[in-house]
């Protein structure tokens, strides 16, 4: 009897097994996560290397394994070129069996890629794709969109500045897409709000003497002049402004796109009085400081919103694989949006039903150099935009927020 009970309890325990084997479905053995970035170029101090640090990050505090199976890391330089970074997802995705692609600067990457994911039917989440377009018109099952797009950073900015008082507005803007969408984006929610735009002037992208616009600006007479361009334009414009005493002169600049990184590169003296959104800020609470310290040990500097952001989707990702017990794109995709995303990164954060992350942003104005009393202490936090305030409703033109 003793042996033919041992014998139950044998098949039992198989059976359990086979059971637990038949729910937790780990493609490969092995769940790995490629971070296509730029790693030499333009956008390789805001993302690049902090983004491969980052992602690791959260790979090693997450225990290096997911129910039972190891994760791995590879790393790619797209060049800031659609058709290598597309290549190189094509490549991943097929060749390599990546689960999963994470960061990728430039909105013309990003859509790339994510037209590739969409192939593949693999995920991908982006974030420091900027174009609303991402989860507007071109939105998919597939691709989230994480930290920040246009629509919020052009009107999030322009919204908090008008309701402070900043209610006429100049813009120097990119003569390019990216420059144009923020302009427009921006320059509705100022009218919008009672505010009015006096004009604008348009320098192309890498102008290497920007003095005759930042001089149209400063003419205006404009409270706010609003920076809607990317970098190399946007740091310039602002470095030139302070040689030509705009702030001193009463008038305000507001960047729709600048990173801690910029301002650490042009330093207090010529950054200081700069407006400008962003989601994360390293010194904001006990848990930015404790997360961007372990960070700045590794890379000697603190992380940008981009940087940051890639630590906090790629840690919900693993954590909705170890509760859905598959690595299924769709099902991880579903349980990453049902539940709210509330970490060092995130306030009030919630994954949308059009795949783009909602979350809290933060108007900040760029300290004096006298106000800084340590390394990398530039912010001072002057008002939260919650997050259906910054990037508004879901885009008609997207059908995942259409059911």
Same mark, same amino acid.
């Given at each position: 009897?003793?042996?033919?009970?041992?014998?139950?309890?044998?098949?039992?325990?198989?059976?359990?097994?086979?059971?637990?084997?038949?729910?937790?479905?780990?493609?490969?053995?092995?769940?790995?996560?490629?971070?296509?970035?730029?790693?030499?170029?333009?956008?390789?101090?805001?993302?690049?290397?902090?983004?491969?640090?980052?992602?690791?990050?959260?790979?090693?505090?997450?225990?290096? /394994?997911?129910?039972?199976?190891?994760?791995?890391?590879?790393?790619?330089?797209?060049?800031?070129?659609?058709?290598?970074?597309?290549?190189?997802?094509?490549?991943?995705?097929?060749?390599?069996?990546?689960?999963?692609?994470?960061?990728?600067?430039?909105?013309?990457?990003?859509?790339?890629?994510?037209?590739?994911?969409?192939?593949?039917?693999?995920?991908?989440?982006?974030?420091?794709?900027?174009?609303?377009?991402?989860?507007?018109?071109?939105?998919?099952?597939?691709?989230?969109?994480?930290?920040?797009?246009?629509?919020?950073?052009?009107?999030?900015?322009?919204?908090?500045?008008? /309701?402070?008082?900043?209610?006429?507005?100049?813009?120097?803007?990119?003569?390019?897409?990216?420059?144009?969408?923020?302009?427009?984006?921006?320059?509705?929610?100022?009218?919008?709000?009672?505010?009015?735009?006096?004009?604008?002037?348009?320098?192309?992208?890498?102008?290497p003497d920007l003095s005759s616009?930042?001089?149209?600006?400063?003419?205006?007479?404009?409270?706010?002049?609003?920076?809607?361009?990317?970098?190399?334009?946007?740091?310039?414009?602002?470095?030139?402004?302070?040689?030509?005493?705009?702030?001193?002169?009463?008038q305000q600049m507001a960047a729709?796109?600048?990173?801690?990184?910029?301002?650490?590169?042009?330093?207090?003296?010529?950054?200081?009085?700069?407006?400008?959104?962003?989601?994360?800020?390293?010194?904001?609470?006990?848990?930015?400081?404790?997360?961007?310290?372990?960070?700045?040990?590794?890379?000697?500097?603190?992380?940008?919103?981009?940087?940051?952001?890639?630590?906090?989707?790629?840690?919900?990702?693993?954590?909705?694989?170890?509760?859905?017990?598959?690595?299924?794109?769709?099902?991880?995709?579903?349980?990453?949006?049902?539940?709210?995303?509330?970490?060092?990164?995130?306030?009030?954060?919630?994954?949308?039903?059009?795949?783009?992350?909602?979350?809290?942003?933060?108007?900040?104005?760029?300290?004096?150099?006298?106000?800084?009393?340590?390394?990398?202490?530039?912010?001072?936090?002057?008002?939260?935009?919650?997050?259906?305030e910054a990037f508004g409703p879901?885009?008609?033109?997207?059908?995942?927020?259409?059911?």
């Open positions: 009897m003793f042996a033919r009970n041992l014998s139950r309890l044998a098949v039992l325990a198989t059976a359990m097994l086979a059971s637990t084997a038949a729910l937790t479905q780990i493609s490969d053995d092995v769940v790995k996560i490629g971070v296509l970035t730029d790693m030499n170029g333009p956008a390789a101090t805001p993302t690049g290397q902090g983004s491969v640090t980052a992602a690791q990050m959260a790979i090693d505090d997450f225990g290096g /394994k997911v129910l039972g199976k190891p994760i791995s890391i590879i790393v790619g330089d797209h060049q800031l070129k659609p058709d290598i970074g597309g290549g190189i997802a094509r490549r991943w995705y097929d060749v390599d069996q990546v689960d999963l692609i994470v960061d990728v600067p430039v909105s013309a990457v990003g859509l790339a890629v994510q037209g590739i994911a969409n192939e593949k039917k693999k995920l991908f989440i982006t974030h420091s794709t900027l174009t609303a377009d991402f989860h507007g018109k071109f939105c998919s099952p597939y691709a989230m969109q994480w930290v920040i797009d246009t629509r919020s950073l052009a009107a999030g900015t322009a919204q908090a500045v008008v /309701k402070r008082g900043g209610d006429s507005w100049f813009f120097i803007t990119d003569d390019y897409a990216f420059g144009h969408s923020l302009e427009r984006d921006a320059s509705s929610v100022v009218t919008a709000n009672g505010g009015k735009v006096l004009g604008s002037v348009r320098p192309p992208l890498a102008t616009f930042v001089l149209q600006a400063q003419a205006s007479k404009a409270k706010i002049i609003g920076i809607a361009a990317g970098p190399p334009n946007n740091m310039n414009e602002i470095k030139t402004a302070a040689e030509f005493g705009v702030l001193k002169g009463g729709l796109l600048a990173l801690i990184t910029d301002i650490h590169s042009l330093g207090l003296p010529a950054a200081q009085g700069l407006l400008l959104t962003t989601s994360f800020y390293w010194d904001m609470d006990d848990k930015t400081r404790e997360w961007s310290k372990r960070y700045f040990a590794k890379m000697n500097r603190m992380p940008t919103m981009w940087q940051a952001g890639v630590y906090s989707s790629v840690m919900s990702y693993l954590n909705a694989i170890k509760e859905t017990g598959t690595d299924e794109p769709l099902k991880v995709a579903a349980k990453m949006r049902e539940k709210p995303i509330e970490d060092f990164f995130s306030r009030n954060g919630r994954l949308r039903e059009d795949n783009l992350m909602v979350h809290d942003l933060w108007l900040v104005q760029v300290k004096k150099p006298e106000e800084s009393k340590y390394p990398w202490d530039y912010y001072q936090i002057l008002a939260k935009i919650p997050g259906d879901p885009d008609p033109a997207c059908a995942m927020a259409r059911k």
